[in-house]
């Protein structure tokens, strides 16, 4: 079955305390994105990468960093949250062919206290 | 800077009827359009694609329509049920290798 899996699905940390939130895709696509979604604020796309060893700043990256050594994996981490990390976090992908439709992860809902 | 607007924020129906979400958008120059659903603290279920060159996509009961000169697209649900209760997005790519840019949604409840 096609799919993005987020582990884990939910987690609660203190200020601080470095983390890392993975993201898998088995399409093959290039293309893969973190976006947080928070209340009357939408989805904010975090960083994303166009394919192994490319990665870029999407609109709001201060405080995350990412990684893409591999095509399937995309980790994001958090090297010393904070408490206005506190969201729901979604990993996407998509290929860079053909429709370019994007499939969604099942999300990380991230608690930093 | 591409601004996705998706009004009203929620909306109640009565179950069977026919019902259209709205979205607009700012930059008309878009790549293609994406309405999904969301269910409450779940994931994103994409529902359908429209390429800039088309003018709408059907999957079952829904019917999504673009007009790029005008900045809107509609997503039509017909004869609505409970189980279409969710939170409908609709998010447009600005170029092929660009990111979504989404709207912040429109919370649907069907009434029984």
């Known amino acids: 079955e096609a799919q993005v899996t987020q582990n884990p699905r939910y987690l609660i940390t203190v200020t601080g305390k470095k983390l890392t939130v993975t993201c898998s895709q088995n399409m093959n696509h290039e293309y893969m994105s973190w976006y947080r979604q928070d209340p009357g604020l939408g989805l904010r796309q975090i960083y994303y990468s166009m394919n192994v060893e490319v990665t870029d700043k999407g609109d709001v990256p201060e405080g995350y960093k990412v990684s893409r050594k591999e095509k399937r994996n995309f980790p994001l981490i958090l090297e010393s949250p904070s408490p206005n990390q506190t969201s729901l976090y979604f990993c996407?992908?998509?290929?860079?062919?053909?429709?370019?439709?994007?499939?969604f992860g099942p999300g990380t809902r991230l608690t930093v206290t | 800077k591409q601004e996705v607007t998706q009004i009203p924020a929620a909306l109640s129906v009565p179950e069977g009827e026919n019902l259209v979400l709205n979205c607009s958008f700012t930059d008309s120059a878009i790549y293609n359009l994406q309405w999904f659903r969301q269910d409450p603290g779940k994931g994103l279920t994409s529902l359908l694609l429209?390429?800039?060159?088309?003018r709408e996509q059907t999957s079952g009961r829904l019917n999504a329509s673009l007009d790029k000169s005008s900045g809107r697209s509609t997503l039509y649900i017909a004869a609505s049920q409970p189980g279409d209760s969710a939170t409908y997005l609709c998010a447009v790519k600005t170029g092929a290798n660009s990111k979504l840019t989404f709207g912040k949604g429109i919370t649907l409840s069907v009434r029984p």
């Open positions: 429209i390429q800039s060159s088309q």
């Open positions: 996407a992908s998509s290929s860079l062919g053909g429709a370019y439709e994007q499939y």
